[in-house]
């Protein structure tokens, strides 16, 4: 009989993945009842997360009668240094993307691809360097690396950033071939999900957090950007300015949030930010993180989730309560309509409300469910 197999991961691995036999069905049934487990349909897998503990009591479960694999490590990015001609470059590059009026996000971004490709082709005046040049260098990248779709991207900006807009080169000049974009679902939580999240932290603050980031569908960017004054409580909303693209916005203002954000702020009592560090100042993208990961693990929700998904969970919901989709688009922010239906797809998918018309002709017509047995034969 097949053994299961505990796929080892690095040990700063968030969850180990685990292979459990269809025909052990009592330990399947067993592990299932473990705290964090997670099934995983298009691997075939289960994980559980990675901490002693958990570790020890599959070891248990299995009873010592298991596989052991290694998951292969892709090579990391090596660290480079750039001689003084690339560095000059870089500098024409950073000045080029701040008068470009760049948020400082990008600019690091693409920064640090024009890095690694400037290292690649260090050796050549980069002003020859053309099309089939580039794609062999991203198809390096992507065989020896194995970087993902959305690097890819990136690096294709950076570098056509700085040969059309630095070196003034024509766009069809540099017309590289880009990967073909996934069709994927964003991830959402159900309402109960949702609500064992946000309110599982006992800190009013990270409870704040989360309400506010769900309750008005904020990125993560927005969030921590918000000021005292932008929580208009008269007018019911909340003004997002600057968000992505440039542009201001206005959100919902909760009745719910509101009465929280009033307990916060007499307890924390905020000057500038609305939520500030301890020492001050903004507050980080990745204490918000660190929340929510929190939050999450309390609350056992989807393991895969981030705080971008209590976004894509607000938007889901609205759509669910009867909200139209231009109005949601408006709410999010989003430029094209396009983006907004994505949400149409998650709802055709998990709405328990839309009936199969199977349901409806039976309802209507009563099938028969008797079974003659005569019939077989």
Same mark, same amino acid.
């Given at each position: 009989m097949k053994k299961p197999i505990i796929y080892q991961n690095h040990k700063n691995a968030n969850r180990i993945k685990i292979f459990i036999p269809y025909e052990l069905k009592q330990i399947r049934k067993e592990f299932k009842k473990l705290n964090t487990t997670w099934w995983h349909p298009n691997q075939k897998l289960w994980s559980i997360i990675n901490t002693k503990e958990n570790i020890d009591l599959v070891k248990i479960l299995f009873k010592n009668d298991y596989e052991q694999i290694a998951l292969e490590k892709t090579q990391a990015l090596p660290k480079i240094v750039l001689n003084?001609?690339?560095?000059a470059i870089m500098a024409s590059f950073e000045q080029k993307l701040i008068l470009s009026s760049y948020s400082k996000n990008t600019i690091n971004t693409y920064k640090s691809e024009l890095k690694f490709f400037l290292k690649y082709f260090e050796n050549y005046d980069i002003s020859q360097v053309d099309k089939d040049m580039i794609?062999?260098?991203i198809f390096r990248l992507i065989n020896k690396y194995s970087i993902g779709e959305s690097k890819q991207n990136l690096a294709i900006n950076a570098i056509k950033f700085f040969y059309e807009r630095v070196l003034g080169r024509d766009r069809e000049v540099y017309?590289?071939?880009?990967?073909? /974009? %996934?069709?994927q679902l964003p991830g959402v939580l159900s309402m109960e999900e949702a609500y064992r999240l946000i309110n599982s932290p006992k800190n009013i603050k990270h409870k704040a957090i989360l309400y506010t980031i769900y309750s008005a569908g904020l990125r993560n960017s927005e969030l921590i950007n918000l000021r005292v004054k932008d929580i208009y409580s008269a007018d019911s909303y909340i003004f997002i300015k600057g968000a992505k693209g440039k542009k201001d916005r206005h959100s919902i203002l909760s009745e719910s949030l509101l009465d929280l954000l009033r307990k916060y702020y007499k307890a924390y009592k905020p000057s500038y930010w609305l939520f500030e560090g301890q020492s001050g100042g903004k507050y980080s993208s990745k204490s918000v993180? /660190?929340?929510? /990961?929190? %939050?999450?693990?309390i609350s056992n929700a989807s393991p895969w989730s981030t705080p971008h998904s209590l976004r894509h969970s607000f938007a889901t919901h609205l759509l669910e309560s009867g909200c139209n989709l231009r109005t949601i688009q408006v709410l999010l922010g989003h430029n094209s309509s396009k983006t907004t239906e994505i949400y149409t797809h998650i709802l055709s998918v998990n709405n328990k409300k839309i009936q199969s018309p199977l349901d409806i002709i039976n309802k209507k017509y009563k099938f028969d469910l008797s079974d003659d047995k005569t019939e077989e034969k």
């Amino acid at each position: 009989m097949k053994k299961p197999i505990i796929y080892q991961n690095h040990k700063n691995a968030n969850r180990i993945k685990i292979f459990i036999p269809y025909e052990l069905k009592q330990i399947r049934k067993e592990f299932k009842k473990l705290n964090t487990t997670w099934w995983h349909p298009n691997q075939k897998l289960w994980s559980i997360i990675n901490t002693k503990e958990n570790i020890d009591l599959v070891k248990i479960l299995f009873k010592n009668d298991y596989e052991q694999i290694a998951l292969e490590k892709t090579q990391a990015l090596p660290k480079i240094v750039l001689n003084d001609k690339s560095k000059a470059i870089m500098a024409s590059f950073e000045q080029k993307l701040i008068l470009s009026s760049y948020s400082k996000n990008t600019i690091n971004t693409y920064k640090s691809e024009l890095k690694f490709f400037l290292k690649y082709f260090e050796n050549y005046d980069i002003s020859q360097v053309d099309k089939d040049m580039i794609e062999g260098y991203i198809f390096r990248l992507i065989n020896k690396y194995s970087i993902g779709e959305s690097k890819q991207n990136l690096a294709i900006n950076a570098i056509k950033f700085f040969y059309e807009r630095v070196l003034g080169r024509d766009r069809e000049v540099y017309s590289i071939q880009r990967p073909k /974009r %996934a069709k994927q679902l964003p991830g959402v939580l159900s309402m109960e999900e949702a609500y064992r999240l946000i309110n599982s932290p006992k800190n009013i603050k990270h409870k704040a957090i989360l309400y506010t980031i769900y309750s008005a569908g904020l990125r993560n960017s927005e969030l921590i950007n918000l000021r005292v004054k932008d929580i208009y409580s008269a007018d019911s909303y909340i003004f997002i300015k600057g968000a992505k693209g440039k542009k201001d916005r206005h959100s919902i203002l909760s009745e719910s949030l509101l009465d929280l954000l009033r307990k916060y702020y007499k307890a924390y009592k905020p000057s500038y930010w609305l939520f500030e560090g301890q020492s001050g100042g903004k507050y980080s993208s990745k204490s918000v993180q /660190r929340i929510y /990961r929190k %939050a999450q693990q309390i609350s056992n929700a989807s393991p895969w989730s981030t705080p971008h998904s209590l976004r894509h969970s607000f938007a889901t919901h609205l759509l669910e309560s009867g909200c139209n989709l231009r109005t949601i688009q408006v709410l999010l922010g989003h430029n094209s309509s396009k983006t907004t239906e994505i949400y149409t797809h998650i709802l055709s998918v998990n709405n328990k409300k839309i009936q199969s018309p199977l349901d409806i002709i039976n309802k209507k017509y009563k099938f028969d469910l008797s079974d003659d047995k005569t019939e077989e034969k």
